[in-house]
């Protein structure tokens, strides 16, 4: 049973907990269906409050969908959808978060100060924070469209303030200690030095992601370019490829970065150790993907649109390419500075 309640706030003359006509905050309080709740209903009318709680009360014997029931659903229509195994990864994670905090509370009992205080107990980057709500904000979606909640209170969720890093490509200065590095790099077991520099260049020269770099396969390479459906989005992308990468990797076999045995992720961690490795000897900070980002930015400089560069990249959209490489567009560039040279003849 759920009991009613006012907080008062201490400007209010009122101090009876039942006292109705105030306007402070109404509460909740008790058990439903075997939960203890004790909540904010974030409104000050009585009659509405009592509405919302007869409408909890009315749902039982399977009316009520828990916390637990509904991500169970919710994990089965991202696996029907065949969403990648990294999403529902991350989704099974929330899962298994979500089922410890709230179990078998019904989705609809579940506010914006619940999960308030579950954020609290994140301990998480700004960047990861905000992923972590838009996953949120997707499940209740999911519970809204199947009619087991009436609102999303993720969505109400401030995130926090992220300060994304610029697109720091590779100088030529960094390039020549990568390539110097090389010929130092270990050979153990035999061949794994040539294997490493085939993948750096493939890296340098095509702007694949590490892990479409660590995938591919020579089935997919025609006169001298490469067809490849991008892991991250799907989109099919021709890659012309340098000669020097397609000597590279000649020698080696049709799966030049990956037995084919395994799981990819594994795979991309041991190329990740590698390129530590080569990274330290070269005596810089790096990292794969900025490979990618000197590719773009190399395209850029020599005058390659915004949209062919997307295209190339295999960017589901035109928005996330200029959101990382807009400073870099030549054009728009050389536009800015005519437009401040006009000005010195005013001064």
Known sequence: MLNLWKRHSPNCSQKRRTFKKCGCVVWVSGSLHGQKMRK???????????????????????????????FE??????????????????????????????????????????LSLYRESWRLS????????????????????????EKNPAALLKPPRAAFSPTLP???????????????????????????LAFVLMLQH??????????????NLSEGKLLLYTQKTGQPVWLPLSGVVIEAIGGLPARPFWSGNGNPKSCV?????????????????????????????NLLRHGVSLEDVSILLGHSSIKVTEKHYA?????RQDRLEQAVRRTWDSF
Not at 44 to 70: H, L, M, P, Y
Not at 206 to 219: E, H, N, P, W, Y
Not at 327 to 331: G, I, L, S, T
Request: overall charge positive; charged content about 35%; hydrophobic content about 40%.
């Open 269 to 297: 961690a041991d190329w990740q150790r590698s390129l530590k490795k080569l990274f330290a000897l070269s005596g810089i900070e790096g990292h794969a993907h900025r490979f990618r980002d000197t590719f773009a930015v």
């Open 206 to 219: 095509s702007g694949l992601r590490i892990r479409d770099a660590a995938c591919l396969s020579k089935d």
């Open 73 to 114: 659903r919710f994990i089965a229509d991202c696996t029907a959808r065949h969403l990648r195994d990294e999403t529902i990864g991350k989704y099974r994670l929330l899962q298994r978060e979500m089922k410890a905090e709230f179990g078998g509370r019904p989705v609809d009992a579940i506010g914006l100060h619940e």
């Open 126 to 149: 700004a960047i990861s924070c905000r992923k972590k709500i838009e996953r949120l904000r997707t499940f209740f979606r999911f519970c809204i469209e199947r009619g087991w909640t």
């Open 40 to 70: 904010s209903l974030g409104i000050r009318n009585w009659e509405a409050a009592q509405k919302i709680v007869r409408d909890w009360e009315a749902r039982i014997d399977g009316g009520t969908v828990s916390v637990s029931q509904a």
């Open 327 to 331: 400073p870099w567009v030549k054009v």
């Open 170 to 196: 590779f100088s030529d200065e960094e390039l020549k200690k990568i390539s110097g590095a090389l010929e130092t790099y270990p050979d153990r077991p035999v061949g794994r030095r040539k294997q490493v």
